[in-house]
């Protein structure tokens, strides 16, 4: 079969053939990646801009694309013989792309949905044949595929074998993929404040700590770390050699800052903040959790602002506006006096993310508060809550 797609492309010498990919790795949370200028001039690798085309977003909003050296096969398509599966190697190199996933494993991509986009390069924000803002973007029909499964891993790159939403083989009953050890309901999509006809799944966590008498609000990210409000900063001290539990220390190191156009970056000193889960003479750190479990901490948002982004995109800052969801620097430093907009897209990412264990789970159906009502966890979890039923069979309850 003809490819139409290449074949219009010569009627166009002058602006080369772009392929972008875009993943939704949880829902509502998307990575945008595509193959890295190597693709199209063989020398470096740049993040690209291209039009938003989804209706529940601004139509027209710009969208960066970070480029990864990619390998696509299997693309083709025929009207005849089996539904292809075609297959996507991508680079690790540096954790690129789990960084730009939420540190999720390759194995819980099963089942997300990847979008294949095709456009020129003339159309790239910037471009000559850029439509602007407001506008919907000129590009090739898109197409959509599923992560059927790890095809192979390496330390090297990852490959995964794509399924067509149509493809129906291996479709069982009922109709939902179980993951070892993963949770597959929608995070928060059976809150009480869902309309009933309207919940998905079995996630009815309302963001409350199970204290009875507490109304704090309670926020945790992907990576199970509890993000509390900087109100909360004359609770924590210096760490001075032994702790006590529950009590709240700070520590400091050195991390890359971003500055606010990407492309630069600037060592300063950040501030760690740890609660005691023993007590005790131990160091804080990240790979003592017996002990100690890493706090972050969000600010009330403020616009003309600047937050910041960093390499080491644990320390990016947490924001939240006073009524609203929790939010976090996507990528790099955002200066809110010249981007005043609060939304998940190009700049922010939420903040308040299942991490979709066991624990993840338990961390919230099972959270004390502090005595006080200052929205500190407890190191210790009630134990005695259920978790949802479904997420994970054959548990019913965290001991």
């Known amino acids: ?62 969208i960066e694309y970070v480029g990864i050296p990619i390998e696509a096969e299997g693309f083709d398509t025929s009207n005849d013989g089996a539904i292809s599966r075609p297959t996507l190697t991508i680079a690790n190199i540096g954790s690129v792309l789990s960084d730009s996933i939420g540190g999720l494993k390759p194995e819980e991509l099963i089942g997300t949905k990847l979008t294949k986009r095709t456009t020129l390069e003339k159309y790239l924000v910037g471009g000559s044949g850029d439509v602007g803002p407001g506008l919907a973007p000129v590009e090739y029909p898109r197409t959509v ?31 939902r993929v179980v993951i070892g050890g993963a949770c597959p309901f929608k995070y928060k999509g059976a809150q009480q404040l869902v309309s009933p006809q309207a919940r998905l799944g ?33 609770q924590f001290s210096a760490w001075s050699g032994s702790s006590t539990k529950n009590s709240l220390y700070t520590t400091t190191s050195t991390a890359d800052r ?36 890493r706090i972050r901490l969000y600010s009330i948002y403020s616009a003309g602002t600047t937050y910041y982004g960093y390499k080491q995109s644990g320390y990016n800052d947490y ?73 994970f069979p054959g548990v019913q309850q965290r001991r």
């Not at 490959?159 to 291996?170: I, R, S, V």
């Not at 609203?324 to 993310?353: A, H, M």
């Not at 066991?358 to 959270?367: F, G, H, P, Q, V």
Request: charged fraction near 20%; proline fraction near 3%; hydrophobic fraction near 30%.
């Open 202 to 234: 079995g996630c009815d966590w309302d963001s409350t700590f199970q204290s009875p008498s507490s109304s704090s609000v309670l926020f945790i990210n992907d990576l199970d770390e509890y993000v509390i409000s900087d109100t909360n900063l004359g």
């Open 145 to 175: 595929y599923y992560i059927d499964r790890v095809k192979e891993k390496n330390i090297l790159n990852i490959t995964f074998e794509l399924a067509a939403p149509f493809d129906l083989q291996g479709v069982t009953v009922p109709r």
């Open 258 to 293: 971003y500055s606010a156009d990407g492309l630069s970056t600037s060592p300063v000193t950040v501030t760690n903040y740890w609660q005691a889960i023993t007590t005790g003479t131990g160091t804080p750190s990240d790979s003592d959790r017996g002990n100690w479990r």
């Open 1 to 62: 079969m003809t490819d139409i797609i290449r074949t219009t492309q010569l009627q166009d010498p002058g602006s080369s053939l772009i392929t972008l990919y875009e993943l939704e790795y949880s829902t509502g949370s998307f990575a945008y990646f595509y193959s890295g200028r190597a693709e199209f001039d063989g020398t470096t690798l740049e993040n690209i801009r291209f039009r938003e085309w989804r209706q529940e977003f601004v139509v027209g909003a710009e």
């Open 319 to 391: 924001v939240k506006k006073l009524l609203g969801d929790l939010f976090k620097v996507k990528l790099i430093t955002v200066d809110t006096s010249v981007n005043d907009n609060l939304k998940e897209g190009r700049y922010w990412t939420l903040g308040d993310v299942c991490g979709k264990k066991i624990n993840s789970c338990a961390l919230r159906y099972n959270a004390l508060e502090l005595p006080g009502g200052s929205g500190i966890p407890d190191s210790n979890l009630n134990k005695t809550n259920h978790l949802r039923f479904g997420g």
